[in-house]
């Protein structure tokens, strides 16, 4: 897997999952799909930027390690969206 595709999923993941948490997980419809669209978009073109700042849009990552940051992903978004519902209350 190429950094730029590791780093765009890991970006849409935790983006997506705090767009779902802020919208209450009633997003639907073209909202939802509006929504996903555009946190694609914008992620794509960060990463874009921030790997070509540094020359490393075509590195190879091993699979054990896309694995990992994909865990790591999804398990911080879910940690910072309990953390925050815990101290709004």
């Known amino acids: 897997m190429r950094l730029l595709t590791l780093t765009e999923y890991c970006l ?3 983006f997506t999952g705090f ?3 802020v919208t ?3 997003a639907k419809d073209i909202g939802l799909y509006i929504g996903i669209a555009l946190i694609y ?3 794509h073109i960060f990463s874009k930027r921030l790997l070509e ?3 490393k849009e ?3 990552v091993h699979l054990f390690f896309s694995v990992l940051a994909i865990i790591g992903s999804v398990f911080i978004t879910v940690l910072c969206i309990a953390l925050v519902a ?3 209350k």
């Open 12 to 14: 849409l993941i935790f």
């Open 19 to 21: 767009y779902l948490a």
């Open 24 to 26: 209450g997980f009633t």
């Open 41 to 43: 978009i914008f992620s």
């Open 53 to 55: 700042k540094r020359g």
């Open 58 to 60: 075509n590195k190879q």
């Open 86 to 88: 815990s101290f709004s």
